[in-house]
């Protein structure tokens, strides 16, 4: 079985920064794309950041220049920096991975459980 697992989340004051992180665990076997997710309240979710297993990033126009995804092939993780925050970047944020696991080999879409971003004064 394959977990997502999310954090660093909480309140901030706009103008301000957080980092997020995400961790997979269990029977991985390979992780292909990874990304960042976000859903505001009465919103449809979504994507606001993508990177690739060679490293190509995918950003938002909403997010592009204050938002950095990164990845840690190594520790199964990535991260989401996110700077200049504002009121509307306000959302329940969600991790996702292309993940191939070691009990169906099947590639599929997975996602954390998401974690609460609230950017407010």
């Known amino acids: 079985q394959v977990q997502l697992v999310e954090s660093g989340g909480g309140l901030v004051q706009p103008g301000g920064s957080l980092r997020l992180s995400c961790a997979a665990s269990?029977?991985?076997?390979?992780?292909?794309?990874m990304g960042w997710y976000r859903q505001a309240p009465g919103k449809e979710r979504e994507l606001v950041a993508t990177?690739?297993?060679?490293?190509?990033?995918n950003y938002a126009d909403s997010v592009k220049g204050r938002f950095t995804i990164s990845r840690d092939n190594a520790k199964n993780a990535w991260y989401l920096q996110m700077n200049t925050l504002k009121p509307e970047d306000t959302a329940v944020y969600y991790c996702?991975?292309?993940?191939?696991?070691?009990?169906?080999?099947?590639?599929?879409?997975?996602w954390g459980q998401g974690i609460q971003v609230t950017v407010s004064s």
């Open positions: 990177i690739g297993s060679g490293g190509t990033t």
């Open positions: 996702n991975a292309r993940i191939r696991d070691t009990i169906t080999w099947v590639s599929n879409d997975r």
């Open positions: 269990g029977s991985i076997f390979s992780i292909n794309a």
